[in-house]
C-alpha cells in the first residue's frame, strides 16, 4: 500500500494547502525517533546475548520504530507534497524511507522466527540492510536540508583533493554568466532550485536548465527582459506573494538584478565575456573571505600571548573564521624576528600580519611563508631588504603587500610579479620605486586593480 | 569611635549622619547608601563579574586577574562582520561650504543671474532668520568656472585645484542633506545623529564599537585647526566629540593647536617616568577603592584615563615629531604643514596617527559659513583646505593606507542658490541650505570615482538618490564593519543608536 502513495499523490513540483505543509514540517522533528529506534535495536539484540531482558526491550524498541516509521514517512511526504518539492533528491529519499519502512516490517515479521529458533540469518540480515538503508537515506534527508557539500565543505584541504570534482559547467568559463550571473543564482536560488530540490520544476544551477525553464514555461526570454518571469519575480516588493526568493530570504541586491536585466537585455549569452553598460568594478573578488578554520582551541594561548608579547592577535571579525589579524603597533621597536616566529602556532589562521616599523629582519620571512591564509602583509618602514621575498610565493591569498620606507630593491621585487593574487604593493619611499608620477607609486600585476 | 564632643544625640556609635558636617554632604552618603542598598550587596558594591559585564564582553583579548582590571576600551572588540576599513579620518568643514561653488556645478545658472528663485523650487523651506525677511532672493551663479577632471570627467571648481587632481579616488556625494537650518542642530546632528545635545558623537560610537588598536593612543582624537578672524567663525565645542550617555573613556581627545599639543605633558622637574608610576598605582589604587565603595563606572573611566595620560606622555611626543619626515612629505603638503595648527599640518598629523592606529581621527576647519563676501572669502578657505585634503589622500594612498582608511569630508549643510544680502556682479553672500549639499569620501569601503546623486538645476532639491544625515553615518559604519542596527546601547528605556530612530540604511550605491 505504502508503494502506492507516490501514484496517489504524485509530487509534482506544486504546493498544495497549507495544512499539509504545518504538519509536514514536524517531519524533521519526527524522523529523528525512528533513527534512534533503529540504532537502538541492534545495541540491544547483540547485548540480548548476555542479558535476555534486553531482547525483550529490543522486541518492543523494533516495534516502536515501525510505528515511528510510518508516522515520519507520513510527515514527510506531506511536507514534499505540500511544499510542492519535487526532484532527485527528493525523490530518492522519499523511496529510501518507503524502503526502509517496509523493510522496518520484514524485520517485525522475520524477528518472530529468529526468536523460536527457526531461521536464524534471515533477521540479522535484514536488520543489517535496513541499518545500511537508514543511513543513506538520512543523509540523503540531510543533504536536502543543507545541500550535498553539507559534510565535505570543511573538511581539511589534503583529504577534500581526493573527492571527485563538482558537475562541468555547460556555459563558457570566462563568460559573464560564468563568473557573475551563475553566482547570483548560486547564492540566492539553488537551495530551491537546483539539483536536489526543484521546486516549480524550474532548476536555475546550469545555463541550460535556467533557459529551459520551468512547469510556468521558460523564465528567461533572450533580448526580451521585460517578458522574463525570472526577472519580474525578483523585482517585485518583498511583500509580495510572488515575489523571489521565496520564504523570507534576502532580496537580490539591486546591481544584482541590474546585471541579470543587462545580460537577458543583451541575449542571454552563455559566451559574452562583458555586457555593455555594466561596469564590474572589482567587486567580486573579496565578496566572501575563506574560512580559516577552528582555533577556538587556540584561544587561552591567543590571550597569553597579548599579555605576553604586546603584539596581540585581533579578531577581523565577530565571525571567528574571518581569521585573525597580527597587531605590534604596541610593541613595535621590539617585535623581532624571533617574536614573530612565536606566533607560528597560529600561522594558518592569520589573514593580516601588521608588521610596520618593527624590527623584523629578511629573517622573518621564513616564519611568514607558514602564514598560508595571510591576505595582507605591512613590512612599511622595517629594515627588510626584499631578499626573501620569494619566500612569499606560497602564499596564494596575498593580496596586499606594503613595502614602503624600506630599501628593497626592483630586483627584490622582481619576484612578486608572478603572484597573481597579489593585487595591491606599495613601494613608496624605496629604491623600487618608479621615478615617475604619484600614480605609479603602486605597482598593480595583471592591471587588475 | 569615641563619641564627637558636639555630637550630643548620638548614643550609638556615631555614623555619618550623626556628625556635624554641612547637610550637602550628609545628603550625598545618603544617596551614596542608597545606592548601595539598591544594589543589594554590603561591603563590594558590584562584583568583578557584574563590573565585567557593565562594561561589555571581554573577548579576545581577555582580561587577566580582577586587580589589574579590565580596560574598558575593549568593549565590544571586533567588527561585526569583516570591514573594509579599519580606521577613519574625519575633516569636518564647519559653517556650511557652499556646493554649488566647488561640487555641484550648474552651468545653467548663469543665465539666471538675479532672478528670483521660484517659489515652487523653495516650496515650503523654513528660512533662518537672516534671510527670511528678504523680499527678493535672487539667484546667485557661481564666479567661479568649473572643469572636467580625471578619467571620470568630473566637473570641480576653480577654487579647488587639488581636489580635482583626485577626482578619481574619491566617492562624491551631491545629495547629503539634513534638517536642521542652523549651526548647533546641524553640526549636532552630523556628530551624534540627533540635533539635541547629550547623545555620543560618531567617534565615540566607533570607539565603543570597535575598541582601540593602539594601546598607547586615545582610540579617538580630535584637531583643531587655528581660526583665520577674517573668516566666519562658528562655534565647536567639545559636545561635538563627546561620549554623551556612553563611558565617557569612549570621548574624542584633544591635541591643542598651537604651543604643547597636550597640556603638562611632560613631567615637572624632579618626577621622572618611575616616580609618575608609583604616584599613578598609588592612585588608582585608591580609585579601586572608590568603587568598591561606591560602584559609580564612570570611576572605571577615571582610571584608564590616568592611565591612557600616561602612555601619552610617551607617545604624543613621538607622534608631532615630525623630524624624521621625508622631504617628499614637504613636497606634498606644502610648507604650511610644518607650522602646528595649520589645517595641512592636522592632515599630517592624521596621516601619522593612522599609521599609529588610532581609530578615529577628527580635524574640524571653521570659516566656511560664508553669509557675505563670497567671492573674498571663500579662496581663503580654499587655499587654506583643498591641498590638505589632496595631500592626506595621496599621502595615505601611496602609503598603502588608503585600502583600510576611511577619509570623509563634510560641512553640516549646505548654502543657499540665492544670495543673501546684496547681490552684485562681484559678489555675494550665500545663507544656510538643508535641503542638499556636497560631501565625499575616499578609501576603504567606498567606491571611487563616482559621483552619487543628483540636484536639480537650482542645487536646492534634490532629484536622485537623496542621502539623509543618518544614511550618511549608516554608511560610514558599515564601511568600518558595524551594523548601524546592531551598534546598540540601552538608555533611558531605548536601545540607542547613531543613527536614530528613523530607519536609517547603507547607501549601497557608494559601497565598493
Redesign the interface.
Known amino acids: 500500500m505504502l508503494l502506492w502513495l507516490p501514484w496517489i499523490f504524485p509530487l509534482n513540483g506544486k504546493p498544495h494547502a497549507n495544512w499539509e505543509q504545518f504538519l509536514g514540517r514536524f517531519h524533521p522533528l519526527v524522523v529523528h525517533l525512528p533513527i534512534g529506534f533503529l540504532i537502538l535495536l541492534p545495541i540491544l539484540e547483540i547485548a540480548g546475548a548476555w542479558r535476555s531482558a534486553l531482547r525483550e526491550t529490543a522486541g518492543l524498541v523494533l516495534s516502536l520504530a515501525l510505528a515511528a516509521c510510518l508516522i515520519a514517512l507520513t510527515l514527510g511526504y506531506m511536507l514534499a507534497y505540500g511544499s510542492g518539492d519535487a526532484g532527485p533528491g527528493v525523490v530518492r529519499h522519499m523511496w529510501g524511507g518507503i524502503a526502509l519502512t517496509i523493510g522496518v516490517l520484514a524485520c517485525v515479521l522475520a524477528r518472530q522466527s529468529w526468536l523460536s529458533g527457526r531461521q536464524m540469518r534471515v533477521y540479522p540480515l535484514l536488520l543489517v540492510t535496513v541499518l545500511l538503508t537508514l543511513v543513506w537515506t538520512a543523509h540523503q534527508g540531510g543533504s536536502l536540508t543543507y545541500g550535498s557539500n553539507y559534510l565535505t565543505e570543511y573538511l581539511p584541504s589534503p583529504l577534500k583533493q581526493l573527492l571527485p570534482g563538482s558537475a562541468t559547467s555547460d556555459a563558457a568559463p570566462n563568460s559573464f554568466y560564468t563568473q557573475y550571473v551563475n553566482p547570483i543564482f548560486d547564492h540566492n536560488c539553488v537551495s530551491c532550485h537546483g539539483q536536489s530540490k526543484v521546486r516549480g520544476g524550474l532548476r536555475l544551477d546550469s545555463y541550460g536548465q535556467l533557459m529551459h525553464g520551468g512547469h510556468d514555461g521558460a523564465v528567461v526570454i533572450a533580448g526580451n527582459p521585460d517578458q522574463s518571469l525570472l526577472l519580474e519575480r525578483i523585482s517585485l516588493p518583498q511583500s509580495d506573494k510572488h515575489f523571489m526568493p521565496a520564504e523570507g530570504r534576502p532580496p537580490l541586491?539591486?546591481?544584482e538584478i541590474a546585471w541579470i536585466k543587462a545580460w537577458i537585455q543583451q541575449g542571454a549569452s552563455p559566451t559574452a565575456t562583458s555586457i555593455s553598460g555594466v561596469l564590474i568594478?572589482g567587486?567580486s573578488q573579496d565578496q566572501t573571505?575563506k574560512p580559516v578554520g577552528d582555533y577556538s582551541s587556540l584561544?587561552p594561548k591567543?590571550?597569553q600571548m597579548?599579555?605576553r608579547q604586546g603584539a596581540?592577535?585581533?579578531?577581523?571579525?565577530?565571525?571567528p573564521s574571518?581569521g585573525l589579524i597580527l597587531?605590534t603597533?604596541?610593541a613595535a621597536s621590539s617585535f623581532g624576528d624571533a617574536q614573530l616566529a612565536q606566533f607560528q602556532e597560529f600561522a594558518p589562521y592569520i589573514v593580516e600580519a601588521e608588521l610596520?616599523?618593527t624590527a623584523v629582519t629578511d629573517a622573518g620571512f621564513d616564519t611568514l611563508a607558514t602564514f598560508t591564509h595571510l591576505r595582507a602583509l605591512?613590512l612599511?618602514g622595517t629594515a627588510i631588504t626584499g631578499a626573501g621575498l620569494a619566500k612569499l610565493r606560497p602564499l596564494t591569498d596575498l593580496d596586499?603587500l606594503?613595502l614602503?620606507?624600506t630599501k628593497v630593491t626592483s630586483q627584490a621585487i622582481a619576484p612578486l610579479a608572478s603572484m597573481k593574487s597579489l593585487h595591491?604593493v606599495?613601494v613608496?619611499?624605496t629604491p623600487a620605486q618608479p621615478a615617475a608620477s604619484?600614480d605609479a607609486?603602486?605597482l598593480t600585476s595583471k592591471g587588475a586593480q | 569611635m569615641k563619641q564627637h564632643p558636639l555630637c550630643t544625640d548620638c548614643e550609638q556609635s556615631p555614623d555619618v549622619m550623626c556628625m556635624p558636617i554641612p547637610a550637602g554632604l550628609k545628603q550625598e552618603w545618603a544617596a551614596i547608601e542608597t545606592r548601595r542598598r539598591f544594589l543589594g550587596r554590603s561591603g563590594k558594591v558590584l562584583g568583578w563579574a557584574a563590573l565585567a559585564s557593565l562594561l561589555g564582553e571581554q573577548?579576545?583579548?581577555?582580561d587577566?586577574a580582577p586587580q589589574s582590571g579590565p580596560d574598558p576600551r575593549q568593549a565590544l572588540?571586533?567588527?561585526?562582520?569583516?570591514?573594509k576599513a579599519k580606521r577613519a579620518i574625519y575633516l569636518f568643514m564647519s559653517g556650511g561650504p557652499p556646493q554649488m561653488d566647488l561640487l555641484d556645478y550648474k552651468p545653467n545658472l548663469a543665465a539666471l543671474y538675479n532672478q528670483d528663485i521660484p517659489d515652487s523650487v523653495r516650496g515650503t523651506q523654513q528660512l533662518t532668520g537672516m534671510t527670511a525677511g528678504q523680499s527678493h532672493f535672487p539667484i546667485a551663479p557661481s564666479h567661479w568656472a568649473f572643469r572636467r577632471y580625471g578619467k571620470t570627467g568630473t566637473w570641480v571648481s576653480d577654487l579647488l585645484p587639488y581636489t580635482a587632481q583626485m577626482v578619481d579616488d574619491l566617492t562624491i556625494i551631491k545629495t547629503t542633506n539634513t534638517d536642521a537650518i542652523n549651526h548647533e542642530p546641524a553640526i549636532m546632528l552630523m556628530n551624534t545623529g540627533n540635533m539635541n545635545a547629550g547623545k555620543p558623537c560618531l567617534g565615540s560610537w566607533l570607539s565603543y564599537g570597535l575598541g582601540s588598536?593602539?594601546?598607547?593612543l586615545p582610540t579617538f582624537m580630535v584637531l583643531q585647526t587655528k581660526v583665520n578672524d577674517k573668516e566666519n567663525n562658528q562655534p565647536v565645542s567639545s559636545r561635538l566629540w563627546s561620549s554623551g550617555y556612553l563611558s565617557s573613556e569612549y570621548a574624542g581627545v584633544g591635541l591643542r593647536s598651537g604651543g604643547d599639543p597636550v597640556l603638562y605633558l611632560s613631567d615637572p622637574g624632579g618626577v621622572d617616568r618611575e616616580v609618575r608610576r608609583k604616584m599613578l598605582d598609588a592612585v588608582e589604587e585608591l580609585n579601586r577603592q572608590t568603587l568598591t565603595e561606591i560602584g559609580d563606572p564612570e570611576t572605571n573611566a577615571r582610571i584608564a584615563q590616568y592611565e591612557m595620560a600616561y602612555r601619552m606622555q610617551a607617545s604624543v611626543p613621538e607622534l608631532v615629531d615630525l623630524s624624521t619626515e621625508?622631504q617628499?612629505t614637504w613636497d606634498l603638503y606644502g610648507p604650511e604643514a610644518k607650522v602646528p595648527g595649520t589645517f595641512a599640518y592636522n592632515c599630517l598629523l592624521a596621516r601619522r596617527m593612522a599609521?599609529?592606529?588610532v581609530r578615529f581621527t577628527q580635524i574640524y576647519k571653521r570659516g566656511w559659513d560664508v553669509h557675505g563676501n563670497v567671492t573674498g572669502i571663500l579662496p581663503i578657505l580654499c587655499s587654506e583646505t583643498d591641498r590638505g585634503c589632496y595631500a592626506l589622500v595621496?599621502d595615505l594612498?601611496?602609503?598603502?593606507l588608503l585600502?583600510d582608511t576611511l577619509v570623509i569630508w563634510a560641512g553640516e549643510f549646505g548654502r543657499t542658490v540665492y544670495s543673501q544680502g546684496g547681490l552684485t556682479p562681484e559678489n555675494y553672500g550665500r545663507d544656510h541650505h538643508p535641503r542638499c549639499f556636497a560631501t565625499w569620501m575616499a578609501g576603504g569601503g567606498v567606491?571611487p570615482g563616482i559621483t552619487y546623486g543628483e540636484t536639480d538645476e537650482y542645487s536646492y532639491n534634490v532629484v536622485k538618490d537623496p542621502v539623509p544625515v543618518r544614511d550618511f553615518n549608516a554608511t560610514i559604519l558599515h564601511c568600518l564593519?558595524i551594523d548601524h542596527n546592531k551598534l546598540t546601547f540601552k538608555f533611558q528605556g531605548l536601545d540607542q543608536k547613531l543613527t536614530g530612530t528613523t530607519p536609517a540604511s547603507v547607501v549601497?550605491g557608494l559601497l565598493?
Open positions: 541586491k539591486p546591481e568594478t567587486k573571505l584561544i591567543i590571550q597579548a599579555s596581540k592577535l585581533v579578531p577581523v571579525s565577530s565571525t574571518d597587531s603597533v604596541d610596520g616599523r605591512h612599511e596586499y606594503n614602503s620606507g595591491h606599495y613608496f619611499d604619484s607609486n603602486q | 573577548g579576545l583579548r581577555g587577566t572588540k571586533a567588527p561585526m562582520f569583516a570591514p588598536m593602539n594601546d598607547n621625508p617628499s599609521e599609529r592606529g595621496t594612498k601611496r602609503r598603502g585600502d567606491q564593519g549601497q565598493a
